[in-house]
């Protein structure tokens, strides 16, 4: 990104801050120009729409995402990576709102493709390295495992929050293969 004029930089922040405050839900861009005082134009300028100021309230968080993806494969064990990685990636979906919306969305930008792109395809090849390894069962995909992510995001927040811990170790359980 090209730096910004220094009221241009405190535009942005400004909005970032609000829409920290705000459920992704419920983010409308014309409400945080109200809440921040600033013109509706200064706000689309910024942000043209809802999935670009969400892709900037999580572009650290998928940035992380996209490393941990990579680092699955170089694992000295790759099964212990990759459940590390789902476990992160649900803590972040779970803590970090609209990073589900940044992962699904087709309308997002270049950058924010190449880096989810990416994050995909390393983690694909992760879990095919930990299922190699025989600790990982070899009948989930990425796709479902994505699903169950999703799935636990939205049964912790229904619970407000009380039994994460439990709704993801289930979850990492199921990962796990198991002798019959």
């Known amino acids: 990104m090209t730096s910004l004029r220094s009221d241009a930089a405190r535009s942005r922040a400004r909005i970032l801050d609000a829409a920290r405050a705000v459920p992704s839900e419920t983010l409308r861009l014309n409400d945080l120009a109200r809440d921040t005082g600033l013109g509706v134009g200064t706000v689309y300028r910024h942000f043209p729409t809802v999935i670009s100021l969400l892709e900037a309230l999580n572009e650290d968080a998928l940035v992380e995402l996209e490393e941990l993806s990579r680092g699955v494969t170089e694992s000295a064990s790759p099964a212990t990576a990759f459940v590390e990685l789902v476990q992160r990636g649900t803590?972040?979906?779970?803590?970090?709102?609209?990073?589900?919306?940044?992962?699904?969305?087709?309308?997002?930008?270049?950058?924010?493709?190449?880096?989810?792109?990416?994050?995909?395809?390393?983690?694909?090849?992760?879990?095919?390295?930990?299922?190699?390894?025989?600790?990982?069962?070899?009948?989930?995909?990425?796709?479902?495992?994505?699903?169950?992510?999703?799935?636990?995001?939205?049964?912790?927040?229904?619970?407000?929050?009380?039994?994460?811990?439990?709704?993801?170790?289930?979850?990492?359980?199921?990962?796990?293969?198991?002798?019959?």
């Open 91 to 180: 803590e972040l979906q779970i803590s970090r709102d609209g990073l589900r919306d940044v992962l699904i969305s087709d309308d997002v930008s270049p950058e924010t493709r190449r880096l989810r792109d990416s994050f995909r395809r390393s983690a694909t090849i992760g879990l095919q390295a930990a299922i190699a390894e025989g600790r990982i069962r070899p009948d989930v995909s990425m796709e479902q495992i994505q699903r169950l992510v999703c799935g636990v995001e939205y049964a912790v927040r229904l619970g407000e929050g009380k039994d994460r811990a439990l709704m993801l170790e289930i979850m990492l359980a199921g990962l796990e293969l198991r002798p019959r």
